[in-house]
């Protein structure tokens, strides 16, 4: 009987084992607070999945991987099914098969960071003009890419905020664009700690989502049902603020 009560759970539980929808998340961004040590699997990408695990429950199982941008573009391009972390449709367009985009997780910025003892401001591009500004290789920012090629603006490219800001305490440049998430988690290490502030947001805020391919239109109501259910979340709330970030 005992054997026959097993057989007849084990029957019952293992259509809703079949049933779970294997979902991969792709992140293209690799600095912190969005990955802080891959080996470890900290950082913001992970928490994110984790997170949502939660929320949205066995129905889904989400998986994380890490791509670079053009790689994740060549995805794209290609029409393979994607879900994109942190993504704003200011950045991807599909005019053939749109994307779907969920409700914000957070806003974002991009800020410029000087010295605490800079006593000027950034609040307006054209006071970057007789300076020199870190950037990441590869990111376009309007306003300063005319300025740098009416050479009113030297700019220095790094490979990562942490060799920007590394480059900044050096004095190897005067100024670095940075996003606000990734500034507040760096802010907070000691190695910065009093040494950095915000002098100008000249950029707009804007959101960061997730992008859904067409093959998964049909998710966006239970994303948008557990991205909103985020901020009331104790894990999340608690990964946000060791990041020095809010929960929206």
Request: hydrophobic share 40%; proline share 5%; aromatic share 12%.
């Amino acid at each position: 009987m005992a054997k026959k009560l097993l057989l007849l759970c084990c029957w019952l539980f293992l259509p809703q084992v079949l049933a779970a929808t294997q979902l991969t998340l792709y992140a293209y961004h690799s600095s912190p607070p969005f990955v802080i040590n891959a080996e470890a699997e900290t950082g913001l990408n992970y928490d994110l999945v984790r997170a949502l695990q939660q929320q949205l429950g066995d129905k889904y199982q989400l998986q994380y991987k890490y791509l670079p941008r053009p790689q994740l573009n060549a995805r794209l391009q290609a029409g393979e099914p994607t879900i994109v972390l942190w993504a704003n449709p200011a950045w991807f367009s599909n005019k053939v098969q749109p994307y779907s985009w969920t409700t914000e997780i957070f806003i974002d910025r991009d800020v410029f960071v000087s010295h605490r003892e800079f006593s000027g401001d950034l609040t307006e591009l054209n006071n970057l003009a007789g300076s020199t500004l870190g950037a990441i290789r590869g990111y376009s920012y309007p306003g300063v890419n005319e300025l740098v090629e009416q050479r009113r603006v030297t700019r220095l490219d790094a490979e990562s905020d942490k060799e920007n800001l590394a480059r900044l305490l050096e004095r190897n440049v005067d100024h670095v664009v940075i996003t606000r998430s990734s500034f507040l988690y760096y802010g907070r290490q000691q190695h910065y700690l009093g040494k950095l502030r915000i002098v100008g947001e000249p950029y707009p805020a804007y959101k960061r989502q997730l992008l859904l391919t067409q093959h998964y239109q049909n998710l966006l109501g239970a994303f948008d049902k557990a991205i909103n259910e985020l901020p009331r979340q104790e894990f999340w709330t608690a990964r946000l603020e060791l990041y020095g970030l809010k929960a929206q």
